[in-house]
């Protein structure tokens, strides 16, 4: 079984800075894909920013520049750093992890992020 728990969701102005944290355990293959998709009310969820174990980066176009994605491998915890926060961010972000090798993922239950303007 695989647990991954979010954290650092909250209330922001517009133009401010968030960190969410997502940490796995249970029974964590080494190769992987850790990641952050988010969906607004009425909108499809998208990828927000992936990370491979070996950490190349992967983001969608309407956040890059803004935001970071980070690892940290000993602890299975995966960071996202967002930056110039717009209300267009708001919306439920999960956290992801892929194992390619095996085609299985899970989910987080979501961490809520408003932005106001």
């Known amino acids: 079984q695989v647990q991954l728990v979010e954290s650092g969701g909250g209330l922001v102005q517009a133009g401010g800075t968030l960190r969410l944290s997502c940490a796995a355990s249970g029974n964590i293959f080494r190769r992987n894909t850790m990641g952050w998709y988010r969906q607004a009310p009425g909108k499809q969820r998208e990828l927000v920013a992936s990370i491979v174990n070996g950490g190349a980066t992967n983001y969608g176009d309407s956040v890059k520049g803004r935001f970071t994605i980070s690892r940290n491998n000993a602890n299975n915890t995966v960071y996202l750093q967002i930056n110039k926060l717009k209300p267009e961010d708001t919306a439920v972000y999960y956290c992801?992890?892929?194992?390619?090798?095996?085609?299985?993922?899970?989910w987080g239950k979501g961490t809520l992020v408003t932005v106001s303007s």
């Open positions: 992801n992890l892929n194992f390619w090798e095996y085609g299985t993922d899970y």
